[in-house]
């Protein structure tokens, strides 16, 4: 865990997007913050699995056309739309490009540390994990109605009883998923 | 001003890149657009991401409540409690969360600081989607209306008012906090 030990002193400022790592306590706090603004100035939560459903929506038109997406049940009531999510979703990567960029946290990784000790530096085995990864995260976030976000913090907050059983609900299936995937290390060649 | 701002005025938009810029520094600055990060905490060996989704929730929870008492805002926004399908897609969705490393929020962010195998899991999520959209009509005939209580809150669904769940969640959460934190103190110290 070097990283946990990244957390500045007390001189400087805590907030300076040259540091790699900010307090866990700040960056929760700034969320908060941050959904009282999403509340308040345009009354809608912070969330974003709908918007990607809405990118699904339109990589299907490429293949059916325009019409024939629409016309399904699921994407009649949420149409891809450009709007206030798209661009959302859009600056919340270049947020995270900004911060990454001055954090010097930039990295073209293909295989991440924890993958690589137990599944060692194959590059298609982890992509092939990761696509049917994002692929089950998808259907499962739109089957409960929301993910991470919309959930686990915009419900959450607003005492949703959805929410309360969204969260422990995904906590303990990634637990005994990760168990499953991280028993065995790859021996050291 | 008049509040709230449509959503898709300019100013909307406006405000939308603000939020999801602060937003994306957030993520990244909280460590949690770090495959590592995600999976250690279904490790249980790092809780960065529970003290940052625990924060989030105890102060965004707050400052909503205090609004809507002051009659800032107009009403919930809250999601069908359709149990079955909250249940079984939460429970889908811990999987692949697991799997991929990211949710869809922290996997934008990912993607952005060029992790390439977040970049193929969002290809995974876009089809995903489609698979989703294709079933749906089976979905919601045979699970969305199963255990469904509508738009419900705990308040009123227990009867037990808001500023009580939000004591207990306090509770709770310090608890929380404290055996994690002192855990990790723990560690430390058997370290060096």
Sequence with gaps: MKTNENLPGIKGNPLSLRIKVWNPYIVGTGIGILSWLAFLLVNKPIGMSTEVSKFSGWAASLFVGWESMTSNAYWAGTTPAFGYSTVFLAFTGLGAFISAYFGKDLSLEPVPSVWEEYHGTSVGKRMVAAFFGGAILLYGARMAGGCTSGHGISGTMQLALSSWVFFPVMFVTGIITARLLFRKKVSAS | ?192
């Design chain 2, 1 to 192: 001003m008049n509040l709230p701002i449509p959503t898709n005025s300019a100013g909307g938009l406006l405000i939308a890149a603000i939020l999801g810029l602060i937003f994306g520094i957030l993520l990244n600055k909280g460590r949690v657009t770090d495959y590592n990060a995600i999976v250690n905490l279904f490790r249980l060996k790092d809780f960065t991401v529970v003290k940052i989704m625990m924060t989030a929730i105890f102060v965004g929870g707050i400052g909503v409540f205090a609004m809507m008492g002051m009659g800032l805002l107009e009403g919930y926004h809250i999601k069908d409690a359709n149990l079955l399908g909250v249940v079984l897609g939460s429970a889908i969705f811990g999987v692949g969360m697991a799997l991929y490393g990211y949710c869809p929020g922290t996997a934008v962010g990912a993607i952005a600081t060029g992790r390439l195998h977040a970049l193929i899991g969002f290809f995974g999520m876009i089809a995903g989607g489609m698979a989703y959209a294709l079933s749906f009509s089976w979905v919601k005939a045979n699970i969305l209306g199963i255990w469904s209580y509508g738009k419900i809150r705990l308040p009123e669904l227990t009867g037990i008012p808001a500023i009580a769940w939000w004591i207990l969640i306090a509770a709770g959460t310090g608890a929380l906090f404290y055996v994690v934190e002192r855990a990790a103190r723990s560690h430390r110290t058997r370290l060096q």
